[in-house]
């Protein structure tokens, strides 16, 4: 069995692998341990290669032994970004556009690893607190496992935030009150109904290790190498950590070379680990979030005193664009590389533009820059940024006068 338990990220207490998530010693987090020498003696690179084209050609890397619940997640575009590197003055920008999974973001890596850890357990219904992503694709993986999903949302929420989590049938429970309202009752309910996997709950730590596949990614189609730096968006900081131990992890088994990767952060103005790294803080909570990249705006990070350690002890950096940065980055992405990101990507390229700028990244630096969800999940703000359309009468002149 490649899963051997559970352990305390902050006291290492060892724990078996159930559906439990916090450390009953010190109430740390709680992290997949594997056996290394049964990934060693299953996984190799030409089986990897040969696998399917999605994020289960790392199975033996992934902490589940049942047949995956797999809507096609992952191994998605890698891109080699000549314009805007141009733009930048990058030679060697890359791009994983997580844009174009199943539900149209990240999480599906995440969500796929999780209902499947969900399944393995044998639960009767899977659920999580959510502002969008993360219900979209909870929803659809739900679906495909023939399994009922409960989503916590916060009130008021955008319908079109949740319109993937209703066509897919899941009960959507808008709670009278903020996200971590919501996530509080949803906290209460896992613990309520434990055979209930609540992914970003009591599932957490098999969930975070989906991400992991975004650092295997990244190696396999730099021919097995790694990069020089990456730039990656932050909410709680997990996916951070979790492409950390990615590139770790094909280290230990020798599918790459040891290099010390430098692990450059990006979050909204005034969120609390990249204004902890950049100004010489400690990671602290905030209650006012003003900004409108909502998929990244949690105020009390889960993962934010690890992500700023990896960051600092990589000599990288955090950096916290401005909204209106963000819009422009979105469209500068937009315009040279033809892909169109939801605003957390805005907030990768906005903060590595920063990088870039500051001296921080070289240009002849091999750099992976993660863009993790779809434009259209954000077009409202970004549509008053753009230009009108053009409006003339039914007749070729007028269209010849435009373009004179
Ligand atoms: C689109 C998008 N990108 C990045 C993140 C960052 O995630 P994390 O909480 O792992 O830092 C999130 C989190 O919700 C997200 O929705
Ligand atoms: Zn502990």
Redesign the pocket.
Known sequence: MKVVGLKCRICGKEFPAEAIYTCDNCFGPLEVVYDWEWIKEHATKEKIERGPKSLWRYKDFLPVDVEPVDLGAGYTKFVKAENLGKVLGLKNLFLIDDSVNPTY???DRVVSVAVTKAKEFGMKAVGCASTG?LAGSLSAHAAKANIPAYIFVPKGIEKNKIIQALVHGATVVEVDGTYDDANRVATEVAEEHPDWGFVNINLRPYYADGSKTLAYEAAERLGWTLPDQVVV????????NAIFRGFRDLERVGFVDEKDVIFNGSQPYGLPISRAVKYGKSVEPVKKMDTIVH??A?GNPADGIFAKEIIEKTGGFAEDPKDEETIEAVKLLAKTEGIFT?L?GGVTIAGLKRLVEDGRIDSSDVVVAYL??NGLKTADPILEYLNDTVKIKPRLEEFEEVIA
């Open positions: 973001s990240f999480k992503n968006p932050m909410a709680s900081g997990a996916l951070l998929s990244l949690i939801e957390a993790t969800g």
